[in-house]
């Protein structure tokens, strides 16, 4: 009897411990349950060492609440959509809006108008441009215009196109003529320009094409807006600068142009060259009379890979003066600056824009294009560059020591190629530039 | 002292004494409203785990003092011996008892799915997110989120959503119920008030026209149906999201700071197993729920899931998610001093096959080329991700070990792939991301496991040889014995163990408590493993630390 009860006792016990085990424990049999719910005391930090440990961020903390309210706000009430929406409907009426950065305080904004998306009449005139715009930066320049034309003749690649333009640049700066002036003798000057123009050219392909251009050119000098500078005619004898009264001009112009980038902007491949030869005559009372002669070639090397690009661009232009008449100052060939548009003078980054003058210049750009950081169409760029650019008069003027170079280093932000912004410092023997800017000069 | 001085000097330090009393007790006074709306979204994550936090951690002067140092926190939520016991964040499943093939391929589950024995009634349109779709409700009155393909990449989105949820689910996490569901258009039926958010971010009242457009963009199967992954919407309060810091201080399950959660930080382990980059808090959802006793629980859980396995956002996984964050300021700047000459392992990987997707549509950019475990990262830098410690990553790595190859392909089976080629795939590549995984957390920690005492033995598993990392003779296990005598500690002696078992007969006393330090080197290698620390008595083992 005891036997069985034991036996019993036995058997009870080892079912309770065989279940207490299976709950307690998977597959090694512990003898404790190591899940349990034993915490082991973490007091919290007292108020007074959260505050001494946390005291730098305080201010920042005043930043991140408006942020991130703001970003809720916009993704709940979906803003950025309803602003793309906005925009894709506003252009396919033909209204493109734009906004520009040409430095940290030149901002600027425009509108075109396609007069045949807006009319509704693309599908039946596939051909036909006719548009016209606006465009304003602060301190840099307003520029209206209007264009009508055909980019294709029949079914033949035969185009022309006529264009009217007004600009308005309230400070473009003057150093004087030629390689030796004096950064301190800084001036700036008021142009405004009224340009008539017409086209007429052929494309062999989608790569090479030929112009032919007839234009006239209104071309008013005044004081120029820059407060310090010095007004350009009490600075420098009126009468060594020729054109200072302004000009009428009527141009004839020829334009070749092979473009085989693979792209207008984040090219990878490819290059572009372009000669154009043109003959100036002043009307009126201008006594200009010259030729201009324009050469320029860029390549765009891809290194291995799409991510390194070493890009190199070779530009020169000669004015030469015909008997005695003049190339007006306006109208030469400038370095300086970042040099694209709204500026008219050529990339040499070191330097203000429009530092150099004179009839002729000669300059290379060498950019090494590397990405350093990409998710989907978004990329970071990093570059590396060197400028070296010179400008002279007659041929017999140039001497290599006259070539000043600029060198910097700079970031771009693009999306599906297209570059959003850039920052880029530079620097030349007369100081740093930095640049902020939409857009890539080449 | 001049007057304008005196003047500014005192104002100056009002506004600091301002400073530093409203700000604590604001935030005191915020945290008092019971279970308030926590509001997350894609760009606010971005702006603070991607800038915000990137920048400002380090003003912390705690966290710059750890980081100068290299000092690691150790998890707070974890038991003492060494566990994460449950809570409304995470329950133990499959490493704790395992579940059944059906269990898994069934992930969490409330209802059958969404009926589909009569129409589905579009209330609402859903375009918050990368993947947009509808809410509808079914027969039964359940809400459902159906969730599409992009066009062309039929399956990829909605089996990795489904996929993704069952391995999160049987890992312990709280999850929403997941389904694959394909269906007609003519089940689809717009509810009388149905609104849709469109392509203009306008909203507007959901049309026939307008749903014919919409399911335009919806790729469909041979049979013209179409295919969506369908999540039930969770019965009880939403109230946003959770964040990876701090915590709700009125919430009595919520007493550890979230940064120093193990389950959260080891969401980097998980994730990297499956793929999962898109770990974000506004992936995150709080639910106030009523528990079994008709108390209110809130209740922590991870969703959407469709940037799993190999899918992306619409074409597939971006070559260079998993290997970089979104923006990966590390990554930039060896690139930028490298001038661009460093390749990427990413753009190595993605060189190496073309720059094209070498998968099937339906499974996407996924195979275990460079994936280095230690190395993955998901889409935005959320620090108390990088928290993780060695003990964090070993205990996610024994419980993704836990997962055998059948149940790995039952979760895959889930997906409802059409091609077997395409499941067979996912599983051969997640059975050895699994084991590379395992192989890196193991070799990072000491993994030792399973500590048991019985009699005077001491008794553990070494996981690297159970799992067949190490070979199974000549690990030597070095464990210095330590007494505990009140505030002090003495060391009594150093054991050596060529088997996973320390006797401790000689040590063992009645009233003291013996600590091991245990430490194992290899065969071939005179490199002492990190410490596991043991506290053991007669009444069997008081305590397990990992080092972290």
Partial sequence: MNFHLKLLKVAIGSIIFCLGAGVVAWAQDLTYDRYAALLEENPESSTAKKIASHFLVYPFELVKWPVDQTLLYIEKHYLEKKVEWIYDKIQEQGIKPSGTIVSLGGLGGGLEVDFVRLTRLREHYPDLTTRGWYQWTNDVNMEVGSELGLQRIGETGFRTIGNFKYSNRPEEHFYGIGPDTSAGEGTSYRMESTDLETLFGYNWGPSLSADAKFGYHNVNITNGEDGGRGIIDTVFRPQTISGLAGDELIDLKLELQRDTRNRSENSTKGGLAKFVWSYYEGVDNSKARYFKYEAEMSRFLRLGADRRVLAFRLYGEHNDEIGDRYVPFHQMAKLGGYGAYPRLSRTLRGFDFNRFFDESSALMNLEYRYTIWEYRDFKLDSIVFWDEGQVFGEFSDFQFKDFRESYGLGFRVSLANVVLLTAVVAHGDEGTNLYVKTGAPF | ?548
Avoid at chain 2, 283 to 307: A, C, K, P, Q, W
């Fill in chain 2, 1 to 548: 002292m001049l007057r304008p001085v005196r003047r500014f000097n005192g104002l100056f330090w009002i506004l600091v004494t301002c400073f530093l009393t409203v700000l604590p007790f604001g935030a005191w006074a915020e945290e008092t409203v019971e279970f308030k709306k926590n509001q997350s979204g894609l760009y606010k994550d971005i702006f603070d785990q991607n800038i915000y936090y990137e920048f400002t951690h380090y003003l912390n002067l705690d966290y710059l003092c750890r980081a100068l140092f290299m000092k690691k926190v150790r998890a707070q939520n974890v038991n003492c011996y060494d566990e994460v016991p449950d809570s409304t964040f995470f329950t133990n499943r499959h490493g704790r008892k395992k579940l059944s093939l059906a269990e898994l391929e069934s992930g969490h589950r409330e209802t059958p799915g969404p009926d589909l024995g009569a129409n589905l009634t579009i209330v609402d349109g859903k375009f918050e997110g990368v993947h947009p779709g509808f809410f509808v409700l079914d027969r039964r009155g359940d809400k459902y989120l159906l969730k599409f393909d992009p066009v062309d990449y039929i399956e990829q989105a909605t089996s990795s959503e489904v996929i993704g949820s069952r391995f999160y689910h049987a890992i312990g996490y709280n999850v929403p119920q997941y389904d694959i569901i394909v269906f007609d258009a003519s089940k689809l039926v717009i509810g009388e008030n149905a609104t849709i958010v469109d392509d203009s971010g306008f909203r507007r009242k959901l049309t026939p026209e307008k749903l014919e457009e919409y399911l335009l963009f919806i790729p469909q199967d041979s049979e013209g149906r179409y295919r969506a992954s369908a999540s039930k919407i969770l019965n009880g309060v939403n109230k946003g999201s959770f964040s990876f810091y701090g915590r709700r201080k009125n919430d009595p399950n919520d007493r550890v700071d979230h940064r120093n959660r193990r389950e959260i930080r080891a969401l980097q382990v998980f994730s990297s197993w499956i793929s999962n980059y898109d770990i974000r808090e506004s992936n995150t959802l709080d639910m106030l729920e009523v528990d079994e006793n008709g108390n209110s629980v809130l209740r922590h859980y991870l969703i959407d899931f469709n940037t799993s396995l190999g899918a992306g956002t619409s074409d597939g996984k971006p070559p260079m998610t998993t290997h970089e964050y979104l923006l990966d300021y590390g990554e930039a700047i060896k690139a930028f001093l490298t001038l661009g000459w460093w390749e990427k392992p990413w753009q190595k990987r993605w060189r190496e096959v073309g720059e094209k997707v070498p998968q099937p549509p339906a499974v996407g950019y996924f195979d275990n080329r460079y994936f280095d475990p230690g190395r993955f990262k998901v889409q935005l830098p959320h620090h108390p991700l990088k928290d993780l410690t060695r003990a964090d990553g070993f205990w996610a790595a024994k419980i993704i070990m836990a997962f055998s190859d059948e149940d790995i392909k039952a979760m895959v089976g889930a997906g409802k792939l059409t091609d077997p080629k395409d499941s067979a795939y996912l599983v051969d590549a997640l059975k050895e991301r699994r084991h590379l995984i395992a192989k890196y957390w193991f070799d990072q920690a000491n993994p030792l496991d399973a500590f048991d005492l019985k009699g005077n033995i001491l008794s553990f598993n070494d996981l690297a040889i159970e799992y067949g990392f190490q070979p199974g003779q000549g690990s030597v296990y070095n464990a210095d014995v330590f007494q505990k005598n009140g505030e002090g500690i003495k060391k009594l002696t150093t054991l050596k163990a060529q088997e996973p078992a320390i006797d401790l007969k000689n040590w063992l006393t009645e009233n003291g408590v013996v600590e091991l330090l245990i430490r194992t080197t290899r065969p071939g290698s005179a490199k002492q493993s990190p410490s596991v620390r043991i506290q053991v008595s007669l009444k069997g083992i008081e305590r397990i630390i990992h080092e972290d």
